[in-house]
């Protein structure tokens, strides 16, 4: 049998996937915005992975939460919503195939807090992808979104990364950089004129509406307990999610 290495696969974003990405980031950073209220946005990126013609397929991006300028802080109601939303795509098959998040005029790369986080998803999953978008890069015409994998996940985060080929549905490759900035600009507009209702609060919804018709209660005591003795890094708080 071949042995086959994690980044011969390649990554198909749909559509409506990558829009909810691009209306996300530029609820919390666009042009038109102070470059000091510019904040990271976070979510999931939910799909399936064909072994077969080696495709991860991206279904759907879940915005789940935001921070800083230069970070976000995962805290107790992200924890269930994420254990719930878990719940939600195991019903279609589907589960968490890795995450997004953004750096607004920060550059694409991998922090390494990033790192950190990254392998709380590589390690249970050797495909599990780390997707990071700045939109800044539009103005440049340069591709505002990568996809990352770390090259050997044993090695911590010590670990280097590469980046990782991705199709975007309905856009060609070498249209990607004019489509991608023409998008961009049709959803900045859209959300500055607030025609976009907050994208964090529809997914929130969306999972209650999930709860309430399929009577599913975690015992979300038991999803998050607090550290009391010592701070932990993110890659212990997020793993027990992840297994
Ligand atoms: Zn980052």
Do not use: C
Request: no cysteine; charged share 30%.
């Amino acid at each position: 049998m071949i042995k086959v290495d994690s980044d011969l696969f390649i990554i198909f974003i749909e559509y409506e996937a990558f829009r909810d990405i691009v209306i996300h980031t530029a609820q919390f950073a666009h042009f038109d915005m102070k470059v000091k209220n510019w904040k990271e946005v976070y979510g999931f990126l939910a799909g399936y992975i064909d072994e077969d013609t080696q495709w991860v397929h991206i279904t759907a991006a879940y915005p789940i939460t935001h921070g800083t300028h230069y970070g976000v802080e995962f805290k107790k109601q992200h924890y269930v919503l994420s254990a719930y939303l878990n719940l939600m795509l195991a019903e279609n098959e589907e589960f968490f195939v890795g995450w997004y998040h953004s750096h607004p005029g920060l550059d694409l790369f991998l922090s390494e807090t990033d790192i950190i986080n990254h392998l709380a998803y590589q390690i249970v999953n050797p495909r599990a992808i780390a997707l990071v978008f700045d939109h800044t890069k539009i103005i440049s015409k340069k591709h505002p979104l990568s996809i990352f994998q770390l090259d050997n996940p044993q090695y911590g985060i010590s670990s280097t990364y590469h980046e990782v080929e991705y199709y975007i549905g309905g856009i060609k490759k070498d249209e990607e950089i004019e489509r991608i900035r023409d998008i961009y600009y049709e959803i900045e507009a859209e959300v500055i004129a607030k025609k976009i209702p907050p994208i964090e609060k529809e997914v929130r919804t969306k999972v209650e509406k999930w709860k309430k018709k399929t009577k599913t209660k975690l015992p979300e005591k038991t999803l998050y307990k607090k550290k009391k003795r010592k701070k932990r890094g993110i890659k212990q708080k997020l793993e027990p999610l992840f297994k």
